[in-house]
């Protein structure tokens, strides 16, 4: 799009995460459209690798009907992951380092061998490796967590960090899993992996295309976010949460106090 300071714009969206103070939305004043959004979001990877960070993977969002409603967004997007995202299993995040950080639960993959682009995955085993229980911590960087379409494509989905459980190989179904948010022990949401469009090897095939449309590969070694199955919760200051999926296990983060 003619006219949009695509920098300047990822430059904002990064010195807000940078600060962890909100900014007001920006796409209807600058007239950003979805594939500027994407270019945003380009440009903001672009600075953090600047910075030292490398590209590790990527994540769909909005792929629940949970999510969708939560935000009141309707469409599937996919934002990127970088090493510096990554939470150890366990360990611990500042939520005075974010804006009003959430957490959600998730399912991985660790990408193998993908198809050619434009070509659909035909055998799972092949294009995935193993998969694994997953916590998203999403911080939109919009005041009071609204955007629209997108906003929240530049903002990079919303993603800024991520907590990755153990690594299982991958099981025969993955379509119908039960998935728990559990907050200090009290379940805070309760889903399956069915909400994840169905089935969340289905968020690889629309990842592939997706991004295929704004001339990203998946690679090899890539970590993959498939989307959360519920709503997400507000992470605060001292809580402990897990991510539990049946037959996968748990993924655990503690929040400092
Ligand atoms: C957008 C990111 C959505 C998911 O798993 O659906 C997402 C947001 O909710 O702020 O990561
Ligand atoms: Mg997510």
């Known amino acids: 799009m ?4 695509i920098v300047g714009i990822a430059d904002k969206l990064g010195a807000a995460a940078d600060t962890a103070t909100a900014i007001p939305q920006l796409a209807a004043e600058t007239g950003l459209d979805v594939d500027t959004a994407y270019a945003v979001q380009a440009a903001l990877l672009q600075r953090r690798l600047n910075a030292g960070e490398r590209l590790v993977g990527l994540k769909m969002g909005l792929t629940s009907r949970a ?3 939560q935000v009141g ?3 599937v997007i996919w934002g990127r992951l970088t090493n510096a995202m990554r939470v150890p299993d366990g ?3 500042d939520p005075a380092a974010y804006i009003h950080p959430r957490v959600e639960p998730e399912v991985a993959f660790l990408l193998d061998r993908l198809p050619e682009p434009g070509e659909p995955v035909g055998d799972f085993a092949t294009a995935v490796r193993a998969v694994a229980p997953a916590i998203e911590l999403i911080d939109s960087r919009y005041a009071d967590f609204r955007f629209s379409l997108p906003d929240v494509i530049a ?5 800024a960090a991520f907590v990755i459980g153990p690594w299982s190989p991958v099981p025969a179904g ?3 899993l039960g998935v728990l948010l559990e907050v200090d022990g009290r379940v805070a ?5 069915a909400a994840i469009l169905g089935d969340p090897r289905r968020a690889l095939d629309e990842g592939i295309r997706l991004a295929g449309r704004h ?4 690679e090899s070694g890539w970590v993959f976010l498939a989307g959360a199955a519920t709503a997400a919760v507000p992470l605060r200051p001292g809580a402990h949460v897990r991510a539990v999926v049946e037959k996968l296990g748990t993924a655990s983060l503690r929040a400092s106090s």
């Open 73 to 75: 967004v309707d469409e």
């Open 215 to 218: 001339g990203v590969r998946l």
């Open 155 to 159: 903002d990079n989905t919303s993603a």
């Open 189 to 193: 949401q309760v889903g399956s992996t």
């Open 174 to 176: 993955l379509d119908n």
């Open 2 to 5: 003619i006219g949009v300071d």
């Open 67 to 69: 999510k969708m409603a």
């Open 91 to 93: 360990g611990a995040v």
